[in-house]
């Protein structure tokens, strides 16, 4: 049974730092491709950060280059998106997801490619 939780959420100030953890369970991690959505209040989930199961190749949506940074560790089944210089149109609900991938090198970006959801987390940037 596939099943990923999130974790990691919380309140911190413009400026600040939280660390996600997506914890994977009922697949190898390294056949999965990974994704990082985030959904603001009235708005479309939009993709934030993947990270391809077949090479590690990552992307990063516009508004989040160079602040955040997506990795995984195998052995823990975990994925984490690390969020630096936090502003305030970063909150939202964040949620992770996956899907099988053997061929492409690359992860996709769009929600639909992806088949498992994690629940989310909260995430509030506010002073």
């Known amino acids: 049974q596939v099943q990923l939780v999130e974790s990691g959420g919380g309140l911190v100030q413009p400026g600040g730092s939280l660390r996600l953890s997506c914890k994977t369970s009922?697949?190898?991690?390294?056949?999965?491709?990974i994704g990082w959505f985030r959904q603001a209040p009235d708005k479309e989930r939009e993709g934030v950060s993947c990270?391809?199961?077949?090479?590690?190749?990552?992307y990063y949506a516009d508004s989040t280059k160079g602040r955040f940074a997506i990795s995984k560790d195998n052995a823990k089944k975990t994925v984490y998106l690390q969020m630096n210089n936090l502003k305030p149109e970063d909150t939202a609900v964040y949620y992770c997801?996956?899907?099988?991938?053997?061929?492409?090198?690359?992860?996709?970006?769009?929600?639909?490619?992806?088949?498992?959801w994690g629940q989310g987390t909260q995430v509030t940037v506010s002073s």
């Open positions: 997801a996956a899907y099988r991938n053997f061929l492409d090198p690359d992860c996709a970006s769009g929600k639909a490619a992806y088949d498992y």
């Open positions: 990270i391809s199961s077949r090479t590690d190749n990552t």
């Open positions: 009922g697949f190898r991690l390294e056949h999965y491709t």
